[in-house]
């Protein structure tokens, strides 16, 4: 078997058209044909199913897909790593982030490793959490960082809670809560809340916290944006509950106003996440560090 097969494979596998995975791969049908054909007999299994006009990925290659992206992610990082061991003057640094992270809390890091190593292209991937997880396992990144709320097998990844970020009570100016110092749960059982859908990581959480205050509210919408959220809440339409990271401008500004909840907090651990036992490439490691050295004065 060779990496040629795999790539084939893999280019097929996503097309589902013979004549297409050619043009992609600047060689002939017959060429693709006979690298499937050849990797079949390699595996001893089918990968594909012809049903009239149609080419439908076998069972078997569904299952199959995964192992092959991984063994050729694995041998393009191999060859970046390998080069950064020598010299971090030039190379690739991938990794996945959740979206309130991505946007609110590594640019500003980004910044300061793309000063200390410019010659690194940096690629960071902003998608849901399943995804993440999905591209950690088949080695398209090298590691995640995302919310300790997001659920990850430990016992097949190592991880590290670097930061603790808060989520806090927001309201627009207008709003009767801005003029208050602070307020209680009780204050807000009659407002509507603006919320996540109810498979988002973070609505997951805060139901979970409100259940522990013995606090349900009957109004709320759902926006799946955090954007769209605070736009919500910034033209009255309700009230939310996001992270602070995501609020700095809009406070400074007077757009929205932080009301504290008394005697609630909402904290969640922000950490990175990798495979046990996997080789990080070198500016992968210098990034890690950086992170581990974000002041964050609410970590314990």
């Known amino acids: 078997m060779n990496l040629s097969k795999l ?12 004549t297409v995975a050619a043009e992609k791969l600047f ?5 693709v044909s006979m690298q499937i054909q050849s990797l079949e007999r390699d595996l001893g299994f089918q990968l594909f199913d012809r049903i009239g006009k149609k080419l439908y990925l076998t069972k078997q290659g569904e299952h199959f897909k995964p192992y092959a992206e991984q063994i050729i992610n694995l041998f393009h990082s191999s060859k970046e790593h ?5 010299d971090l003057a030039f190379g690739t640094l991938s990794f996945g982030a959740s979206n309130f992270v991505g946007i609110y809390l590594l640019p500003a890091i980004l910044s300061t490793f793309n000063k200390e190593f410019p010659g690194i292209k940096i690629n960071m991937n902003i998608i849901s959490s399943s995804h993440l997880i ?3 396992e088949t080695k398209k990144v090298e590691f995640l960082v995302l919310s300790d709320r997001i659920a990850i097998d430990e016992e097949r990844f190592q ?42 990581a973070t609505r997951n959480y805060l139901e979970g916290e409100f ?15 955090l954007e769209a959220i605070k736009q919500s809440v910034i033209h009255g339409l309700g009230i939310s509950i996001v992270s602070s990271l ?24 922000i950490r990175y996440v990798y495979h046990r036992g996997t080789l990080l490439s070198p500016a992968a490691k210098q990034l890690i560090t950086m992170l581990d050295h974000i002041p964050s004065s609410r970590l314990s």
């Open 159 to 200: 991880f590290n809670r670097f930061y603790e970020d808060e989520l806090v009570l927001i309201v627009s100016p207008q709003h009767w809560l801005s003029q208050k110092a602070s307020c209680t749960l009780a204050d807000l059982i009659d407002e509507t809340w603006i919320l996540k859908p109810n498979k988002s």
């Open 134 to 136: 999905d591209m950690l």
């Open 27 to 31: 060689c002939s049908q017959p060429s």
């Open 82 to 86: 390998i080069k950064q061991l020598d």
């Open 246 to 269: 995501a609020i700095n401008q809009e406070i400074e500004n007077g757009t929205l106003v932080e009301v504290p909840i008394q005697g609630v907090k909402f904290l969640r651990g």
């Open 7 to 18: 790539q084939t494979f893999i280019t097929l596998s996503e097309c589902l058209n013979f």
């Open 211 to 225: 259940k522990k205050y013995g606090f349900s509210s009957p109004k709320y919408m759902e926006i799946s944006n």
